[in-house]
């Protein structure tokens, strides 16, 4: 997470030019610069867009996908929807929330990931299911859990090091989240 510059604020502005309708995609940019959207980002959004600060913050909180506080490098979305949580979805996120030491909707010390429930990716068919940022993770078992987050880039959580001699040595991604269509689920 990089801590907050002006001038990189500025160079996505520029890139996005200074009409108004562009306020999604500067956000969208920050965010991916910063991880979040840092209240000084914000201010400066307004006063190039020369639009209140209150109505940047207005399309902060009604998009989902942003956020007004730091969030790790990596996404970890464990679905929750109908067939993930029947067919041990639950027990999965309770795997990563002790591995990681985190909290649902939390962020791991390191800064390296954030872990969040969703209702459904499309992906039902190949339940259950956690995606890593883009990447979706299906039919996944407690024991690849361990695998994915080394190939993070971080070290594997100590409680899954035993189970790697059993389990498969890399988990599969199964497909992109955004091929939902293809993965023939439903909502
Ligand atoms: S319920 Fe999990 S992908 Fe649909």
Partial sequence: ????????????????????????????????????????????????????LSQVFSVCTFYKIFSLAPRGKHSIKVCLGTACHVKGAALILDRLRRDLAVAEGGTTKDGKFTLETVRCV?????????????????????????????????????????????????????????TRQRAGGSR
Avoid: W
Wanted: glycine letters at 8%; proline letters at 6%; a positive charge.
């Fill in 1 to 52: 997470m990089s801590s907050f510059n002006a001038a990189a604020v500025d160079r996505i502005m520029e890139k996005h030019g200074d009409a108004g309708g562009t306020l999604i995609g500067i956000l969208t940019d920050i965010q991916k610069e910063y991880t979040y959207l840092p209240r000084e980002a914000l201010r400066r959004v307004g006063e190039s867009l020369k639009i209140p």
């Fill in 122 to 178: 499309g992906c039902c068919s190949i339940a259950p299911v956690v995606t890593v940022d883009e990447t979706a993770y299906g039919r996944l078992k407690q024991e690849e859990l361990s695998g994915i987050i080394a190939s993070r880039g971080t070290e594997a959580p100590k409680r899954a090091k035993s189970a790697r001699a059993t389990a498969p040595k890399r988990a599969r991604p199964a497909r992109t989240a955004t």
